[in-house]
């Protein structure tokens, strides 16, 4: 009998087909022994304090520049985890898959999140399939559910405080921007990809070079204007931004013009906003210029005890407005 080379409703039936699906292919990808003792819950060994997190994703379309939907539910679950200061450990991961689909694309997507995983060291340590009928989902989806052992304690949105300084990792809106064209069919003459990356690499840079963080968070749906406005509104504190310093690329901008998007509220999947105080803030941009490959982190804003729960975007031509938080469906099916 030839292989299939789409997904049967019998590889969700839990027999042979399935058993070959999850042993040809999810087995060989991400193997380590804690899978493959087969139980039906994984055996974990941890001590201290952990972070746990679990995240859905559903991207249209599945495949774009700079990842893929596997790329982005390894990334994105170590981020969570990686923005509370936690090393990430184990992973559960389950798929529902759409009869007809690929297997090669399937494949595809499983060895991009092998690969991704190795740049955190985490493991995927249990999962589950489920193949549901043709028109039932959108080719596939993914759950990841991840827990990480926290080794640098007390990062969180409630530390943020008057003073602080807010650097920013990188660029802006290119995951939001990139999926938008993808989506569109639009073509520009850039390379304009998603910045869609495993973050934990940076934050143990940031971590080992024993610098006060007061918290830290990847800005992904709704973009630095959602994480700042919650960082406000749940610290209790004012937050001042400089336009002029906030990094933009021109194709993003132009994105945003064609569609009537602002930058600040688009989407990113490799790109996080730290806070911490002012007067380690110069060390800490050396650290991530050296040490984490982000060239073009940055401060671009301060923490104020006035306009409490307000963030406040200052233009070049000097003029100032609230940078609300996004309201409204921007853009569906992000990650």
Known sequence: MSTPKQIQLSHGGGGREMAELIGKLFFEAFDNQILRQEEDAACLNMTGPIAFTTDSFV???LFFKGGNIGKLAIAGTVNDLAMMGAAPQYLSCGFIIEEGFEIAKLKEIVETMAAELHKSGAKIVCGDT?????GCADGV???TSGVGRIIKPGISVHSVRPGDAIILSRDIGCHGAAILAAREG???ETELQSDCATLWPMVEQLIAANLELHAMRDATRGGIAAVLNEWAKAANVGIELSEEVIPVRD?????????GFEPWDLANEGTFVIALPQEIAADAITVMHQFCNCDQARIVGTVTDTNAGKVILHSP??????LELPAGELLPRIC
């Open 251 to 259: 194709e993003v901008r132009g994105v945003c013009e064609l569609y």
């Open 186 to 188: 639009l073509e520009l």
């Open 317 to 322: 031509w000097g003029s100032k407005r609230y």
């Open 130 to 134: 489920k193949v549901v009928p043709k």
């Open 141 to 143: 989806f993914i759950n």
């Open 59 to 61: 991207v249209s379309p």
